[in-house]
């Protein structure tokens, strides 16, 4: 254990991952516990979260499993009461929770737009929300938002809706920074490029349609970005850590780009 975060109790949502491999939220959980946070771990899929909280258990850290649907105020209750439960405090907060729909206005009917706004946005109100009063009663608190390079235009694919919902977190984040400054409590996003995780294997196949070669489709998002790779869910997981640490005590209301260039060839 190097540290980084020992003693703090972190929130992660979307601790699971959408498939076999690392996804963002998979790869923070175990990268806090290895840096000596006690993890609670929360996703829609109780299985991916077990899975996540039994790799940390395997390394000898500390964590809790809690299945929720970030999107739902009694599941987002229960996720901080477990976190007072278990812990007693709640020092980080990751929103990473998130779904890549691709679509704008032209293409998505209402229900798919209100479903990524839901999930996407929502579910971060919701969270800060009910946590927000435990970290203004303890005066101190980290939270950490998983956005997207889609904010600063268009990434390569048609990501309206996703876009959208991204623009709108990292507004409010810069908001509640400020709101909540003099109360010892920060507030950053992570804004990651085109990385390689199990829910971009799931979009890539929409996109590109599904010749059954994924490595095939990989090699074409690959060619995307600057560095010639995209990059992975450790790439989302480091950057996260040093917003969430006390490395990052005076950096507030701000964005971390973590895509290898590739939003400096939007212009
Ligand atoms: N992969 C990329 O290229 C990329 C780029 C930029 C941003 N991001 C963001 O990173 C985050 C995680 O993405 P990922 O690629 O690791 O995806 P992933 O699908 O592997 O992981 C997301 C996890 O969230 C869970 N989840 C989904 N809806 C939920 C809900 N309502 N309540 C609780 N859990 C829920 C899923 O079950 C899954 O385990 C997302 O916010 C995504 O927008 C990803």
């Not at 929409?206 to 994924?214: A, Q």
């Amino acid at each position: 254990m190097a540290g980084r975060l020992q003693n703090k109790v972190a929130i992660v949502t979307g601790s699971g991952s959408s498939g076999p491999g690392w996804g963002n939220g998979k790869a923070i959980s175990l990268l806090f516990a290895r840096e000596g946070a006690k993890v609670v771990g929360a996703d829609i899929d109780g299985a991916a979260a077990a899975l996540t909280q039994q790799m940390i258990a395997d390394e000898g850290g500390y964590s809790i499993a809690v299945t929720a649907d970030v999107t739902r105020t009694s599941d987002v209750r229960s996720l901080v009461q477990a976190a007072l439960d278990a812990y007693g405090r709640i020092d980080i907060l990751v929103n990473n929770v998130g779904i890549a729909v691709v679509g704008g206005p032209a293409e998505l009917d209402e229900g798919t737009w209100d479903r990524v706004i839901e999930v996407n946005l929502k579910s971060a109100y919701l969270t800060c929300h009910h946590v927000l009063p435990v970290m203004i009663s303890q005066r101190a608190g980290a939270i950490v938002n998983n956005a997207s390079v889609a904010v600063h235009g268009w990434a390569g694919v048609n990501y309206g809706a996703y876009a959208a919902s991204k623009g709108a977190m990292v507004a409010m984040t810069r908001t509640l920074a400020i709101r909540h400054a003099a109360e010892g409590i920060r507030a950053n996003c992570v804004l990651p490029g085109l990385m390689n995780t199990p829910l971009v294997h799931a979009a890539l196949t929409r996109v590109y349609g599904n010749e059954g070669d994924i490595a095939n489709l990989i090699r074409t998002r690959d060619a995307q970005c600057p560095m010639g790779h995209m990059g992975d869910a450790w790439d989302t997981a480091y950057a996260t850590l040093f917003l969430a640490s006390d490395e990052a005590k005076y950096i507030t209301a701000t964005e971390l780009l973590v895509d290898g260039g590739l939003s400096a060839r939007f212009a």
